[in-house]
């Protein structure tokens, strides 16, 4: 029973911390040129999300 809970709740926290880093991964819209600018600070942190969610996989394999 808690294998199932710790993987669910794995899970959760996989799907949760990627779709965070797809909203943090979007362009910024620059008004006055008329452009979308790239934006590396919350590229950088979706990049830090996606990380962790690398390794919270990688655990929940070693622990299940």
Do not use: E
């Amino acid at each position: 029973m808690m294998k199932i809970l710790a993987f669910i709740s794995g899970l959760i926290v996989i799907v949760f911390l990627f779709f965070l880093a797809k909203a943090l991964n979007k362009p910024i819209y620059n008004k006055m040129h008329n452009v979308w600018n790239d934006d590396p600070y919350g590229r950088t942190i979706a990049d830090g999300c996606i990380i962790i969610a690398i390794a919270t996989a990688f655990l929940l394999g070693l622990l299940l």
